[in-house]
T-cell receptor, first 114, second 117 residues
Framework: DAGVIQSPRHEVTEMGQEVTLRCKPISGHDYLFWYRQTMMRGLELLIYFNNNVPIDDSGMPEDRFSAKMPNASFSTLKIQPSEPRDSAVYFC????????????FGEGSRLTVL | AQTVTQSQPEMSVQEAETVTLSCTYDTSESDYYLFWYKQPPSRQMILVIRQEAYKQQNATENRFSVNFQKAAKSFSLKISDSQLGDAAMYFCAYRSGGQGGSEKLVFGKGTKLTVNP
């Protein structure tokens, strides 16, 4: 299996622009997670889905952030408008409910908002 | 809510020596999983080792082993015969188990491990 695939690997944008991060989970996995990593706050869960349905979005910072999972093989995290404080590495991960409990992570998308 | 604490922001070890990274957690649940993830400079989060709370036996994976003390809510990672490739950030993580438990992982702030040649 190819693992969790994220794009882009790096994104540099200017404040106020829309940013879309993409994720393809491992085939057959029924859970998908979006995490954000910063030096100050560490790894924070933003939102997670089960069978394409959002289960817990309590970590989404504010209305500027939105996430969708239109099908089992694709998810997006959108920031509109972006702000410098959104600069971070965003990780997507997937897991299998009947599995070992392990989350399989993508390589992350490093976002820099100028 | 569950919390995970890693009290050592940084650790260093000489190549071929042994090092132990500390982790404590807070939970009222009896069924859960604990994990150690490694994050090298490449950024990829890689699972090192996992432990089910109901298992009394400590998990081992080659040079990596844990000391799981459920009553003390402690979950330390021991790396034996340290290698230069072990240099990375190490994160301790908690996940609820059983029916109805949240699937999300709660992470500690991490420990940066340096391996000196």
């Amino acid at each position: 299996d190819a693992g969790v695939i994220q794009s882009p690997r790096h994104e540099v944008t200017e404040m106020g622009q829309e940013v879309t991060l993409r994720c393809k989970p491992i085939s057959g996995h029924d859970y998908l997670f979006w995490y954000r990593q910063t030096m100050m706050r560490g790894l924070e869960l933003l939102i997670y889905f089960n069978n394409n349905v959002p289960i817990d979005d309590s970590g989404m910072p504010e209305d500027r952030f939105s996430a969708k999972m239109p099908n089992a093989s694709f998810s997006t995290l959108k920031i509109q408008p972006s702000e410098p404080r959104d600069s971070a590495v965003y990780f997507c991960a997937s897991s299998l409910r009947s599995g070992t409990g392990e989350l399989f992570f993508g390589e992350g998308s490093r976002l820099t908002v100028l | 809510a569950q919390t995970v604490t890693q009290s050592q922001p940084e650790m260093s070890v000489q190549e071929a020596e042994t090092v132990t990274l500390s982790c404590t957690y807070d939970t009222s649940e009896s069924d859960y999983y604990l994990f150690w993830y490694k994050q090298p400079p490449s950024r990829q989060m890689i699972l090192v080792i996992r432990q089910e709370a109901y298992k009394q036996q400590n998990a081992t994976e080659n040079r990596f082993s844990v000391n799981f003390q459920k009553a003390a809510k402690s979950f330390s990672l021991k790396i034996s015969d340290s290698q230069l490739g072990d240099a990375a950030m190490y994160f301790c993580a908690y996940r609820s188990g059983g029916q109805g438990g949240s699937e999300k992982l709660v992470f500690g702030k991490g420990t940066k491990l340096t391996v000196n040649p």
